[in-house]
Antibody, heavy 116, light 108 residues
Framework: QVQLVESGGGLVKPGGSLRLSCAASGFTFSDYYMSWIRQAPGKGLEWVSY????????YYADSVKGRFTISRDNAKNSLYLQMNSLRAEDTAVYYC?????????WGQGTLVTVSS | EIVMTQSPATLSVSPGERATLSCRAS??????LAWYQQKPGQAPRLLIYGASTRATGIPARFSGSGSGTEFTLTISSLQSEDFAVYYCQQYNNWPRITFGQGTRLEIK
């Protein structure tokens, strides 16, 4: 069965960095676009970024462009999100999800808290 | 950016009754619309895509309709496990998808 497991979240100070990982299993990872979606506490869902199956096509939400970098390692069935220059408004649960248009499988999420 | 607006924000319905949730797009998204269900402490789950196609394993009591700018999610006979937050999401506007703000379905 399809499984997505995020890790790497935690407490970080404003201006700091974190790298999130998403380990995929149960499907041919290299065949699929992958996405990061976030949800601030008590709020709705916000698309963050996605990456094509080969990694050649990448898009970011304006709110994170220039600060976040998405990448993948198809040999390791893993998706990553490098987050730099973090701000308080980046505090959220970060989910990885399969595909970019209809998000058919989601991980359980990892919480990122940006606070001094 | 396409803005998705859901109504109502909160819907109170009794178990066994029908629930109707609405989603409006600020411009046409054709049938490129999905619905998700999210329970407390859990990740969202895909219910409907293509405005009306149920995802794998989704019960037949969930149905979607609409096209263009107006969409509806109907739950025909509410079960206890259906009380959750529901989000609509458009994927017509490559490359940026957008979500509605959610409708909380609560027990009356």
């Amino acid at each position: 069965q399809v499984q997505l497991v995020e890790s790497g979240g935690g407490l970080v100070k404003p201006g700091g960095s974190l790298r999130l990982s998403c380990a995929a299993s149960g499907f041919t990872f290299s065949d699929y676009y992958m996405s990061w979606i976030r949800q601030a506490p008590g709020k709705g869902l916000e698309w963050v970024s996605y990456i094509s199956s080969s990694g050649s096509t990448i898009y970011y939400a304006d709110s994170v462009k220039g600060r976040f970098t998405i990448s993948r390692d198809n040999a390791k069935n893993s998706l990553y999100l490098q987050m730099n220059s973090l701000r308080a408004e980046d505090t959220a649960v970060y989910y990885c999800a399969r595909r970019w248009e209809l998000l058919d499988y989601w991980g359980q999420g990892t919480l990122v808290t940006v606070s001094s | 950016e396409i803005v998705m607006t859901q109504s109502p924000a909160t819907l109170s319905v009794s178990p066994g009754e029908r629930a109707t949730l609405s989603c409006r797009a600020s411009q046409s998204v054709s049938s490129n619309l999905a619905w998700y269900q999210q329970k407390p402490g859990q990740a969202p789950r895909l219910l409907i895509y293509g405005a009306s196609t149920r995802a794998t394993g989704i019960p037949a009591r969930f149905s979607g309709s609409g096209s263009g700018t107006e969409f509806t999610l109907t739950i025909s006979s509410l079960q206890s496990e259906d009380f959750a937050v529901y989000y609509c999401q458009q994927y017509n506007n490559w490359p940026r998808i957008t979500f509605g703000q959610g409708t909380r379905l609560e027990i009356k």
